[in-house]
């Protein structure tokens, strides 16, 4: 166990090989990495983050579009998921729930800043800043309008709509990830895809993508 | 066979678009720093936290109760300031307020929280009737408006009605007393315990007089703690005869639409089933040969099942077909409605070119501001708000007009 302790810097070299101890990443599936990190191992954390950061990074990018606060809301949802750890029933569905949690932390950036732009009656401070997508051509204006339009709409019916039409969700997982019944979502799948297409008919550079199946 | 919805191909390139770099290294380390400064307190340390929590919790919501603005939720959860709500055909729907006030839509009603306050909040019922039950506290401020009319209550019992179609209001108070304003009322009238006010705007009447029944059932149920009674148990709040008091626009049993299969649907609130049976008839044949009152329900039945585009044919049919009318007119206001801000502003432009002095012609006044702004027609914004302001000088949207006034609001 002695080799565990860390040592003095004037101790540390000349280091005999045999005394070197790595920690070897954590191996456990999803059940074993929860009950770890409830027992508060550092390594089942770290595990739990690179297994998880980048496809929650993916799905706040899809949600919130080239947005400059994606970090920090990854961060949020990492912050939330430790919060909540304690709470969690099955631990075998872990993905899942961070799916959830994350869907809900886009939810709550998306209504806070509405909240605050209807304080401050939407000027343009409170616009988040919108970062240009790197495609360029004809994908990229299309792209660029998109985003554009979906920053303007509900937030409530923008993850609807990105859950079933982006996500691929079906109605049922897309309402319990989005937190909601199947109704509900319904009625914001149908108002979100509603007010998305009235305005991007509104938008040449995407007339070519609106036919059956798009371009 | 594959089948392609429209925009599919935009979707997927949204769906494959490149993710941007992300740097996993910091934010990992972030995690992993709350992570480490997450570890379990001893119990002497916990025993200290809990008190410290007692004593934060205390003065907390102390400070909460004194400054925070009042809050509401419904059976859906936790509600929105200008979020719109609707009642089903056959069921109430209760608001809860933090402070303890109760307020009940009645069935086929529509309405929205429009502003919460630490001092209340204001109530805008667009259609149908509302029975609330205020708590009474120092400074209590609610208001209910309804088309032309305010209601300020301090704390008190009392229902309200309001039928656009018909321009009628009425007013009856349970308990301690209210104010109304609007026209033909005097300015204000006071309404006390066991009164009633009604007012007719087409004939120009009001009427103050004695309640006829007592008792606001809705509100005295949620008040005992109890859920609102099925609404089929549910003695009415107004009597129906004598037509004294406006009937709902959208209670069961009027006659617009009755007749038909999926008009009885939309009476019971089955929303998606009226509109399948719609579809099952023919759309285009309804369109064709509906009443202005039937294109306005289908409109509403569209919305309501999530057909917008549907909704958008009806409203833009009863326009076509009955040009100049007062419903043509309504049709324009919910095309505002569910419209993007620029095309909306023209809606409501258009509602109040054809209906100055309509039931509906403060609140498009009003969102004749918001969609003009939110358009980025600061110009267009402006003169709307000066409009707004030298008609409805206390009008929910006042605040609103001068902020834009004065630039504000960038």
Known sequence: MTARRRQPADARAPRPSYGVVRALPFDGDEAALVAAMRGGRADAAAAFYDRHAPSVHALVFRLMGPDAEIDDVVNDVFVRALESMSRLRDPGALRSWVYGITVRTVAIRFQKRSRQRWLRFMSPEDVPEVVAPAVSGELGEALREVHAILHGMDPDERIALLLHRVEGLSLEGAAEAAGTSVSTYRRRLARGEAKFFARAKSRPALDSWLGEGGS | ?410
């Open chain 2, 1 to 410: 066979m594959t089948f392609h919805e429209p925009g599919e191909g935009l979707f997927r390139a949204l769906r494959e678009d490149a993710i941007p770099a992300f740097d996993h290294g910091a934010g990992r380390a972030r995690f992993l720093e709350r992570f480490a400064a997450r570890r379990k307190p001893s119990r002497r340390r916990w025993a200290l936290l809990a008190a410290a929590a007692a004593v934060v919790c205390a003065i907390a919501i102390g400070a909460w109760r004194a400054t925070s603005e009042v809050t509401f939720s419904t059976a859906a959860g936790e509600g929105r300031a200008g979020t719109w709500l609707a009642s089903g055909g056959t069921t109430d729907l209760p608001l809860i307020f933090s402070e303890g006030t109760r307020v009940v839509m009645a069935p086929g009603s529509r309405g929205r929280v429009d502003a919460l306050r630490r001092s209340g909040a204001s109530f805008l019922l667009e259609r149908g009737r509302v029975s609330a039950r205020v708590m009474h506290r120092t400074n209590a401020d609610w208001r209910f408006l309804a088309g032309p009319f305010e209601v300020r209550v301090t704390g008190t019992r009392l229902g309200v009605d309001w039928d656009p179609a018909q321009e009628r209001f009425a007013v009856r108070v349970e308990e301690g007393s209210v104010e109304v304003r609007g026209p033909n009322v005097g300015e204000p009238q006071v309404v006390r315990e066991g009164e009633q006010c009604v007012v007719d705007v087409p004939r120009r009447t009001a009427r103050l007089g004695p309640s006829d029944r007592e008792g606001v059932p809705e509100a005295d149920a949620l008040a005992d703690g109890g859920a609102a009674p099925p609404s089929g148990e549910k003695p009415e709040p107004y009597p129906r005869g004598a037509s004294t008091l406006p009937a709902p626009l959208l209670a069961p049993g009027r006659p617009a639409a009755s007749g038909s299969t999926w008009g009885r649907l939309e009476e019971k609130g089955d929303y998606d089933g009226a509109y399948a049976v719609a579809t099952s008839v023919g759309l285009a044949s309804i369109l064709r040969s509906s009443s202005a009152d039937e294109l306005l329900r289908l409109a509403q039945v569209a919305r309501l099942s999530g057909h917008r585009d549907t909704e958008r044919d009806a409203l833009v049919t009863c326009r076509r077909r009955f040009p100049g009318s007062e419903r043509a007119a309504v049709a324009a206001y919910e095309l505002g409605q569910s419209s993007s801000p620029g095309e909306a502003a023209s809606w409501f432009d258009t509602y109040l070119g054809e209906q100055p002095s309509g039931a509906l012609a403060r609140e498009a006044a009003g969102r004749l501001i918001e969609s003009r702004a939110a358009a980025g027609d600061d110009r267009g914004a402006r003169d709307a708000a000066a409009r707004y302001l030298a008609r409805y000088p206390g009008g929910p949207h006042a605040p609103l007009a001068r902020r834009v006034l004065t630039g504000a609001h960038e």
